[in-house]
């Protein structure tokens, strides 16, 4: 064990144990050494391949670091392999960039096959920093043997889940409606939209369109003459001449009226909003029942329609008079709402935009839509259907481009998730959720709400869908690239370097579309070629515990003796998004759970509330908050925050420096103290102190514990009792409330212990041996427990302390984790340090009251309760008083100098605050002694290490020193060689000259 210096670089530190680790190959034996049967099993989410490691990754990792750290210790394999997630548009947007190519007609013409090598050469040559930033917060995971979301083997595993869902007749194919990118051109799944979470408030030109009625014998009927117009409100001009319908709500109050010589029909609660509270006479009003039936005029007549059902006013309960007019506009081809209606009524759902949302109809074909709204309520206002409009303010969605999502009515491949709803709720409740109101919450809530899941893409950078269609509409879908070869005799298999490789003619098989496009499958003399779509990467994520073991093709003993894998943990948008998948395709494929524990952390904003983002410039670059406060400050910021259970934060840089502050330097500060004493006695630890102690706490050996003074007793039962709740909260996924009895721990050594015990410590062996061995032990216990928190501080310490003597190349994370759960803890002892520690914080309190520093020395302490008598020594030592008198009648209030103050549990002392002029020259003595180790701090002068001093000092004081200077020396560990005295100081000045 070797002296260390208080000053410490934590980013030094760990990049000096990162290369130990490196140099000892201490991942890959935290692995070795464990019984592979004994598992505990972690699902890692794969971060997009071009992505830059930022704050919110680096929680997912560190959460993900301490909990596994944790089980491996506990002597479990733990499998911890790194996933890179590659498909996507994310990727086609950079292949696109590259060639200048705007649309799917460039993307076509620059040739499909051509596009995906590139987008597969592109992942390939991502270059990425996310090792330096895994390895500087003391991830351990294999980055090396990474599973890629686009390699054969994880496709293949894919499309065998799909497999296993159309053979339940789960997927079909239909028209829905979905989000849709005109960006991309292509349908966006809701997952894709809550993870990335990204709405914008916009503001969108909304309209109140006039429909006329046709006379009819209704109309008549209820009185309503030829020109009445029924009024609709919508947010979308560009989708009226792809109006329908429209509806009313059966049992709401509309109202005739007469505006300015029009006949209005609006619902009678929203009249003065639609008429911007202009006057108007009511004729009479009608139940939204009396109107179903009606028909009305088409606007615009670009789609010739001869379907009966079109053009008529329907009722539907979920008409809200609360906005709008109270009366919906129905366009089938857009809006869940309007489809849904489209479907119950038989109405028509022409579309007039295309893909790219460019207008297909009128005078605005080639418009996009956003653009051609203002044209659209010209146009409405030159034929009369306008009544008004208005600019709102609503929140839409955007994704990977700058035009905001719009709802689209698509032919597409689905999941019947309706199907599966209710056991996928049934099976919610066997996992343990953290924090657990998201379980029946808002987890629960995801489940019930969501639509059937669209699974094909009209795109070209993902896996493939498996289904290969003939002329007359059979269908072959395959599960395999061995069931595939079935039917293409040119799909063969070959070993390359001793692995078994599939390849379509002389290339590789890969399960993109510039292989499998070409591939055409033959049964019973018939040809299937393969349809265009692609899987929605959604998939993809959904069967990561599945793909990632090449399961069931490879590894199938493995994964199905430890599935449901243990622990998952992402951040709240998953919650909608991976979590929700994951579910959802363990149900279908395996009808069980797919994680047992999840953690869920929350949001982090940057330092101003807002979304972190470079443009605003508010959050500090993480690779120089690393390399200024280390990993350790890092990891134990985030794990002791609300985040991890699931709250929101703004990042602080504030907070995080006072993890540096409160609990990383205190604790090496403890490691410093300790081996500068034991280097000025010359005592270095046996390796039989381990089982001294390990014996005396786990049968408390009477002889050994009575040896031990009452510090020392308290020391071990704090520690034991702080150990059982950080393991229990690692146990229970409460990884907040460990850090807060590490925090606390270190606070109680480092701001009492030490404190009460330095002189004993600063004694001869013969006193300190007992104190040495004591703390020698609880440190390196300690940092044991620690060790998943902050790993590079507990490994430093753990070196040290014990490896360079008793275990070389040996690691804190490769020893078995500290249990102390059985071991009965001492709870007099806490209980009556309890109340020394309170004792003290009384008397603290009326030296603050009465202006008297701690280094003034005061004459008696009195309480009104019996004291051990080793409390009598410590409260003489932490409150500088000469004399403790205990079991005393006191009562709540002050006689004379003698000041008393009372607690909550009534606890009462009094102090007497008079000073003497000897309690005040001792006094003096104390402050001189102060400024002696001040002056030798600045001058970063090793404890221990004595030195000679100059001292300039006023006169007044001159008597002070020469009464004590033999005890001053020694005190301070000086050799004072002059002293001056200079009126012009308020106190003293020292000049260290050099070391004795």
Same mark, same amino acid.
């Given at each position: !064990?070797?002296? @260390?210096?208080?000053?410490?670089?934590?980013?030094? !530190?760990? &990049?000096? $144990?990162?290369?130990?680790?490196?140099?000892?190959? %201490?991942?890959?034996?935290?692995?070795?050494?464990?019984?592979?049967?004994?598992?505990?099993?972690?699902?890692?989410?794969?971060?997009? #391949?071009?992505?830059?490691?930022?704050?919110?990754?680096?929680?997912?990792?560190?959460?993900?670091?301490?909990?596994?750290?944790?089980?491996?210790?506990?002597?479990?394999?733990?499998?911890?392999?790194?996933?890179?997630?590659?498909?996507?548009?994310?990727?086609?947007?950079?292949?696109? /960039?590259?060639?200048?190519?705007?649309?799917? %007609?460039?993307? &076509?013409?620059?040739?499909?096959?051509?596009?995906?090598?590139?987008?597969?050469?592109? @992942?390939? +040559?991502?270059?990425?920093?996310?090792?330096?930033?895994?390895?500087?917060?003391?991830?351990? #995971?294999? !980055?090396?043997?990474?599973?890629?979301?686009?390699?054969?083997?994880?496709?293949?595993? @894919?499309?065998?889940?799909? /497999?296993?869902?159309?053979?339940?007749?789960? $997927?079909?194919?239909?028209?829905?409606?979905?989000?849709?990118?005109?960006?991309?051109?292509?349908?966006?799944?809701?997952?894709? #939209?809550?993870?990335?979470?990204?709405?914008?408030?916009?503001?969108?030109?909304?309209?109140?369109?006039?429909?006329?009625? &046709?006379?009819?014998?209704?109309?008549?009927?209820?009185?309503?003459?030829?020109?009445?117009?029924? @009024? %609709?409100?919508?947010?979308?001009?560009?989708?009226?001449?792809?109006?329908?319908?429209? %509806?009313?709500?059966? +049992?709401?109050?509309?109202?005739?009226l007469d505006y300015n010589g029009q006949k209005l029909i609006i619902a009678k609660g929203r009249i003065s909003y639609t008429l911007n509270s202009q006057e108007y006479v009511k004729l009479r009003d009608f139940l939204g029942k009396d109107l179903v039936g009606l028909k009305y005029k088409q606007i615009y007549n670009f789609f010739q329609s001869n379907n009966t059902s079109d053009f008529k006013i329907y009722g539907y309960d979920g008409v809200t008079v609360e906005d709008g007019t109270g009366v919906l506009h129905i366009a089938?081809?857009?809006?869940? &709402?309007?489809?849904?209606?489209?479907? /119950?009524?038989?109405?028509s759902d022409f579309q007039d935009i295309d893909d790219e949302g460019n207008m297909t109809v009128g005078p605005w074909k080639g418009i996009y839509l956003g653009d051609a709204n203002k044209l659209i309520v010209e146009d409405l206002k030159e034929k009369g259907n306008l009544l008004r409009q208005e600019i709102y303010k609503h929140r839409v969605a955007f994704f990977r481009g700058e035009k905001p999502l719009i709802y689209k009515a698509q032919d597409a491949y689905y999941i019947d998730v309706g199907k599966i709803k209710e056991r996928m709720l049934e099976l919610n409740q066997k996992i343990n959720w953290i924090p657990g109101h998201f379980k029946d919450g808002r987890f629960a809530d995801v489940i019930k709400s969501a639509p059937d899941w669209c699974i094909s893409r009209t795109r070209y950078w993902a896996t493939i869908m498996p289904i290969w269609r003939s002329d007359d509409g059979e269908e072959i879908v395959v599960g395999s690239i061995e069931e595939m070869s079935k039917y293409n005799s040119d799909i063969t298999q070959k070993n390359i370097d001793g692995k078994k490789v599939w390849f379509y003619k002389d290339e590789e098989l890969l399960l993109h579309r510039d292989v499998c496009d070409k591939i055409v499958l033959t049964k019973n003399g018939k040809q299937f070629k393969r349809i265009p779509d692609v899987l929605d990467c959604w998939l993809d994520s959904g069967s990561v515990p599945i793909a990632e073991y090449h399961y069931p093709f490879e590894n /199938?003993?493995?994964?199905?003796?430890?599935?449901?894998a243990d622990f998952i943990s992402e951040y709240v948008g998953q919650i909608r998004a991976w979590f929700n998948v994951l579910l959802r395709v363990s149900v279908l494929v395996f009808d069980d759970i797919p994680f047992k524990n999840v953690i869920v952390t929350g949001n982090m904003a940057g330092t101003d509330g807002r979304k972190m983002s470079k443009s605003f410039g508010n959050y500090p670059d993480p690779e120089q908050t690393i390399k200024k406060y280390g990993g350790d400050a890092l990891r134990i910021y985030f794990a002791g925050s609300p985040l991890l259970l699931g709250n929101d934060i703004s990042f602080n840089e504030k907070d995080l420096k006072v993890q540096l502050q409160e609990v990383l330097l205190p604790l090496w500060n403890v490691h410093s103290f300790l081996t500068t004493y034991s280097e000025i006695h010359k005592w270095q630890p046996e390796e039989e102190i381990m089982q001294k102690f390990d014996l005396l706490i786990r049968t408390k050996s009477k002889d050994i514990y009575d040896a031990l003074e009452p510090l020392n007793k308290w020391l071990i039962s704090k520690f034991v009792k702080t150990a059982q709740k950080i393991r229990q909260n690692l146990e229970n996924y409460n990884i907040p409330n460990s850090v807060k009895e590490y925090r606390d721990f270190v606070n109680e050594i480092s701001k009492w212990y030490i404190r009460a015990s330095r002189e004993k410590f600063a004694s001869d062996l013969n006193t300190s041996r007992q104190y040495l061995e004591t703390l020698y032990y609880v440190l390196l216990q300690f940092v044991r427990v620690i060790s998943p928190i902050t790993p590079f501080i507990a490994e430093s310490i753990y070196q040290n302390l014990f490896a360079e003597s008793f275990n070389p190349n040996g690691s804190v994370h490769l020893d078995i984790y500290p249990d102390y759960s059985i071991v009965e803890v001492d709870e007099e002892i806490l209980s009556e340090m309890e109340i020394c520690r309170e004792i003290v914080d009384l008397g603290n309190k009326i030296r603050g009251e009465r202006n008297i520093k701690l280094k003034q020395p005061l004459y008696l302490l009195k309480i009104n309760r019996s004291i051990p008598s080793w409390m009598i020594y410590i409260l003489q030592k932490e409150l500088n008083v000469k004399n403790v008198v205990d079991s005393c009648e006191?009562?709540? !209030?002050? $006689?004379?100098?003698?000041?008393?103050?009372?607690?909550?549990?009534?606890?009462?002392?009094?102090?007497?605050?008079?000073?003497?002029?000897?309690?005040?020259?001792?006094?003096?003595?104390?402050?001189?002694?102060?400024?002696?180790?001040?002056?030798?701090?600045?001058?970063?002068?090793?404890?221990?290490?004595?030195?000679?001093?100059? $001292?300039?000092?006023?006169?007044?004081?001159?008597?002070?020193?020469?009464?004590?200077?033999?005890?001053?020396?020694?005190?301070?560990?000086?050799?004072?060689?002059?002293?001056?005295e200079d009126p012009n100081l308020d106190f003293l000045s020292v000049k260290i000259l050099n070391q004795v």
């Open positions: !064990m070797k002296k @260390v210096s208080p000053n410490v670089d934590f980013y030094l !530190m760990s &990049e000096q $144990i990162n290369k130990y680790w490196k140099d000892i190959d %201490a991942f890959k034996k935290s692995l070795e050494n464990k019984d592979e049967q004994k598992r505990y099993v972690f699902i890692d989410g794969p971060p997009f #391949v071009t992505g830059t490691p930022h704050y919110g990754t680096l929680l997912s990792s560190i959460t993900k670091d301490i909990v596994t750290r944790y089980w491996s210790s506990k002597g479990y394999y733990v499998r911890r392999v790194w996933g890179w997630d590659c498909h996507g548009l994310p990727i086609e947007e950079k292949v696109s /960039k590259k060639f200048g190519l705007k649309t799917k %007609a460039d993307i &076509e013409k620059f040739g499909i096959g051509n596009y995906v090598k590139e987008c597969r050469n592109h @992942v390939n +040559e991502v270059t990425s920093q996310w090792t330096w930033y895994i390895e500087s917060i003391g991830r351990w #995971v294999d !980055m090396e043997n990474a599973y890629y979301t686009m390699r054969p083997e994880f496709n293949e595993s @894919v499309i065998w889940v799909f /497999k296993k869902i159309w053979e339940k007749g789960l $997927i079909y194919k239909g028209k829905r409606v979905s989000l849709f990118s005109t960006d991309t051109s292509t349908p966006v799944s809701e997952f894709e #939209v809550a993870e990335s979470n990204n709405y914008k408030d916009v503001y969108d030109l909304s309209i109140f369109v006039s429909f006329c009625i &046709e006379k009819n014998s209704q109309a008549e009927q209820l009185g309503i003459e030829e020109g009445t117009k029924i @009024v %609709a409100w919508t947010t979308t001009p560009w989708t009226i001449p792809s109006n329908f319908a429209l %509806a009313v709500n059966p +049992e709401a109050v509309y109202s005739l089938p081809g857009f809006g869940a &709402e309007d489809f849904e209606l489209g479907k /119950k009524y038989s109405l /199938k003993d493995v994964f199905e003796k430890n599935f449901p006191l009562i709540d !209030m002050n $006689i004379g100098l003698e000041v008393v103050k009372t607690n909550y549990r009534g606890l009462i002392i009094s102090l007497d605050t008079r000073i003497t002029d000897e309690l005040y020259e001792e006094g003096k003595f104390r402050e001189i002694c102060r400024a002696i180790q001040a002056e030798r701090k600045r001058g970063k002068k090793a404890y221990g290490e004595i030195v000679k001093v100059e $001292i300039f000092i006023n006169p007044k004081l001159q008597q002070t020193l020469k009464t004590f200077r033999d005890k001053i020396e020694k005190q301070t560990l000086v050799q004072i060689t002059s002293v001056h």
